[in-house]
């Protein structure tokens, strides 16, 4: 069975912190976990990514301010949000890539607003 479940969203005021997690259960080996958002209107997009071997990918736009990490022992992945901007309200789902498939979470919202 195939589980991908994300927590950790709410609404916020610009400048605060939110950590997501996904609690990850596949039965396939996994290479690389990534966090994607879609806002109204958008496309879903890449946010961060980090693979089997801890190499990490961050957009441009999150930058030093979101940071993804994963605990292998408890099959999560995290992604630490600081420095919440309005443009970083969207849905967030936590996806997982094994050379087989593509899973993705049923997704979490973020809203930042004052």
């Known amino acids: 069975q195939v589980r991908l479940v994300e927590s950790g969203g709410g609404l916020v005021q610009p400048g605060d912190s939110l950590r997501l997690s996904c609690e990850v259960s596949?039965?396939?080996?996994?290479?690389?976990y990534g966090w994607y958002r879609q806002a109204p209107g958008n496309q879903r997009e890449v946010v961060a990514t980090?693979?089997?071997?801890?190499?990490?990918n961050s957009a441009d736009s999150v930058k030093g301010r979101f940071t993804i990490s994963r605990d292998n022992a408890k099959n999560t992945v995290f992604l630490q949000m600081n420095s919440l901007k309005p443009e970083d309200t969207a849905v967030y789902y936590c996806?997982?890539?094994?050379?087989?498939?593509?899973?993705w979470g049923q997704g979490t919202q973020v809203t930042v607003s004052s």
């Open positions: 980090i693979s089997n071997t801890g190499a990490i």
């Open positions: 996806n997982a890539r094994t050379f087989a498939h593509t899973y």
């Open positions: 596949i039965m396939e080996y996994i290479y690389e």
